[in-house]
């Protein structure tokens, strides 16, 4: 049908990535809700698009972002799950946050190894991992925000036993600094007054 | 907590985009395939990360690409299901494939109405509609390459009556040319390569 | 093993319509329940039961009915969503009341060809979307009720964010008059009766 | 809203009916395919379809059929199952065929006891389980045609081990005679042919 | 790669219980909860590991107790189920208890004949079916300890509708004495105590 | 009710091991098969009933075996997965196989320590980590071997794209002795051979 060309080094990541559609979060199954509730994919997705529309924001109050580094991240930042997993939070507690990172660091280079010749996406990995730009902790803080609006949305749908979720809203550390920070908690402020009305209502 | 802020409007267009992330794809149901087989948020990441990688290499051959806008449009271009659903092929036969895609792009400015005053939004997704600018028409061919990919990933899980999703490569049309049209017949031959080493080996 | 025969022509109707064991209805999936909370099928089963119910009393009170024509009605209403999908009532808002109405009914019609050389069951179809008959009303309210029925066993078993769907009980126009009204309105009023006891107990 | 009414009995019926929308079909799971993969109430909703299209090729060729009896019989045959579960065929071996009769009835009784003042749906139960009547005879047919249309769709879709669901498609004993009978065989050879062909393209 | 041997007989006794960890338990469908929520090979887990711990205490208050043939009949008590189902409680209405103690006790003899030359485990299995010994009581109390305590989780996450599953905790008919009486009662105590804390906070 | 009672140390460690019933196995996740398709319990509970009749053949060939000790292990062996997850087989490549441990360790050491005073449950988890005695080994090769089985049954069921698991058993590192190693040999040879016979059919 068409002349063999040569084979552009992607088809293997990409594969392999596609095994993101299916993992599971753990942090719903391990508090009894079903098996499917979230994927590791549709969780990226939706940090994906709270990051685009945070960044949006940030523009629009004259904040310097570089939205396409934002997506980027958003995008990757969970791609060394495919070979260590979703880890559950307590995980941390007995491998150390230092060691996780460093692991999930060399899995996520295995991962895009194929793909990665300039180390571009490795290094906006680390800056990820590091919290390092301020694309970076625009990314962290949309990961938290959809966590919490997924939380919202099963809370809505008759989901309960997921308070400790809430702890983190208590104190962010988003190490974020002026507009940018107010921008963020806004959404935050607005995802807790929706939780409130959620549970004057039951 | 917080003191009170003014509400940034964001909220209720990330709550109603959250429910992508359980809407199946009917293409797999419909062929007898298990709930649960792909989200259409689980597909809008992989779309994402093909048309990130596509635009990468584009950009390594030295076409010029907008690899922000790429990312933006592949991320929303499927937002408008959360108001239709992700409505079978066989619907377009009797909608009408332009009544489709009116009523989408209806769809999609009341989804995105809260956060989009400059229409920035509704003009990417008209664009993606209209296959106008080559980042459409780059997410469009990531689009279908992820579906393709996807089909693979099942039908090596043991999943089968899949073949009329191979009919689209046949007879692509991608809308590209040169080097750009060239890097995506790469990956499909890629992808159709390692299909065939799938059922040799069966 | 047998003799070859003439094949007669109903397989693949059937076989297409197996399809709607399998297809979700999108308004659960969509309001954050799980899965494979309700098919097409189980619910074209739900109101088929509900309908011969119903008639059932329509008889008893001498009310005349066709019951035959009420089942056949009620097992072939939901057949075009194999072609269109289950879509959600927002959809509705965007192609258009009668553009949906069309385009199912052309979907209904190629569903049947094999099996419909009289064309009684497009006529079935036809009086169903146009509620020109008692049956056909009658159907469209065991419709309703197997959705509120449905809505009430799930928030039994916990789950929440349904009320929406009550708001349909509030106005019913269910299009029917005299002791068929009546015994209507009985079982919704009691329908709304169990549910309010429901929420009295949590 | 309304004013009250003297409850009809029915509801309690159909909220234990409900039930049925979700009960696995039991031959699926312990042959490894994975829950959800056909109800009960899909099941009953595949016989009566099934039945019907049968019913009206009876009709077509002249033979006097109930078809109002058909349809009422296929939506309620498996009611029982409510109560007393779907049991795997070996069961029976440890039952026996009469107890598990009789205790079915005894189930089917209490199931319909709130609206079966006549004893009416009780004597279809009984028909059918004695296959007495040629509506019950046909529609133990659809029955069992359902059963391989539904093995034949999921082998299309990669399933595997279903083998011995074929074994039945052998030797039918449908009881039936003159052109009821080639109906049925012709379309239970037309089903077979399928079968050929997809292994054959295998 | 290794020589021939004799072949052991215990595969085919195996991969029929493989059966049991796809096989849900219907309590939970049939009350609207999702498919898969426990399987019996899942409950089976519990009930042993329940077991092992309430043996423990035993044995910690100079009880005399055989832990092995605790954790032996534990993980045997519903391999019947297997070739007869997991049926719901109201079945036994219909068959009577002791048809189906039989039915299962002869599914049960047939699933491991091919291991089960001495009747070893036939026996343990009578013995729990009777409650004749300690070990066989401890495990029914295990049993429904298991069950509460799956059913305190499925609430915590959100489920209702599971009142009559703490019916039988009002009631404890274990057949224990003394001071292994004690430490039964003592467990359902603090599951009680549990439950009455979570609806408290609601 | 009950007069209050002194509550025993054992409800919240039941309650967080009621998480296994739910956690997904992700090896067949990652591959592409359906969510649910088996959980941590439900795998405890096929290497328990494996490891149970094995024991028993090693007993009936005059093999000294604790076979209490043999199903305690294991069903506690994969406890710590409540803290750290069901990683995947590639995750040790990236924390390394001794981290690994000491962090399961730690992490079951905290799951058990309201009911481990005696630090017993503890020791034979460290046991079974070391595969130091002739139980931990038996219930090692019991691990595998029911995953072998397990692959097997989803293989006849229509999975494909597990041939990697395959390659475990191609050289078999039980670390067992004489007839201890022969019958475990006997029943990997007779999986093999079903697997063959298997593909052979196909």
Same mark, same amino acid.
């Given at each position: 049908?068409?002349?063999?060309?040569?084979?552009?080094?992607?088809?293997?990541?990409?594969?392999?990535?596609?095994?993101?559609?299916?993992?599971?979060r753990?942090?719903?199954?391990?508090?009894?809700?079903?098996?499917?509730?979230?994927?590791?994919?549709?969780?990226?997705?939706?940090?994906?698009?709270?990051?685009?529309?945070l960044?949006?924001?940030?523009?629009?109050?004259?904040? *310097?972002? %570089? /939205?396409?580094?934002? !997506?980027?991240?958003? $995008?990757?930042?969970?791609? +060394?799950?495919? #070979?260590?997993? =979703?880890?559950?939070?307590?995980?941390?507690?007995?491998?150390?946050?230092?060691?996780?990172?460093?692991?999930?660091?060399?899995?996520?280079?295995?991962?895009?190894?194929?793909?990665?010749?300039?180390?571009?996406?490795?290094?906006?990995?680390?800056?990820?991992?590091?919290r390092?730009?301020?694309?970076?902790?625009?990314?962290? *803080?949309? %990961? /938290?925000?959809?966590? !919490?609006?997924?939380? $919202?949305?099963?809370?809505? +749908?008759?989901? #309960?036993?997921l =308070?400790?979720?809430?702890?983190?809203?208590?104190?962010?550390?988003?190490?974020?600094?002026?507009?940018?920070?107010?921008?963020?908690?806004?959404?935050?402020?607005?995802?807790?007054?929706?939780?409130?009305?959620?549970?004057?209502?039951?």
């Amino acid at each position: 049908m068409y002349e063999p060309l040569p084979e552009i080094q992607m088809l293997s990541t990409l594969i392999e990535l596609q095994r993101l559609k299916r993992l599971d979060r753990t942090g719903w199954t391990l508090r009894g809700l079903p098996n499917g509730t979230e994927s590791v994919a549709a969780h990226s997705f939706g940090v994906s698009v709270t990051a685009m529309l945070l960044a949006d924001k940030f523009v629009a109050r004259d904040i *310097a972002v %570089d /939205v396409e580094k934002v !997506l980027r991240i958003a $995008l990757l930042h969970d791609w +060394a799950e495919v #070979r260590v997993g =979703d880890m559950p939070r307590t995980a941390t507690l007995y491998f150390g946050s230092e060691a996780r990172k460093q692991a999930e660091t060399a899995a996520f280079t295995d991962v895009v190894e194929e793909v990665d010749s300039e180390g571009s996406y490795t290094n906006l990995y680390k800056d990820y991992e590091q919290r390092e730009s301020l694309e970076a902790r625009l990314v962290k *803080a949309a %990961d /938290v925000l959809d966590l !919490l609006i997924q939380v $919202l949305a099963l809370e809505r +749908a008759g989901a #309960r036993g997921l =308070d400790e979720f809430w702890d983190v809203a208590e104190k962010p550390e988003f190490n974020l600094e002026g507009d940018a920070k107010q921008i963020v908690l806004e959404l935050l402020q607005s995802i807790l007054k929706a939780r409130g009305e959620l549970h004057r209502n039951v």
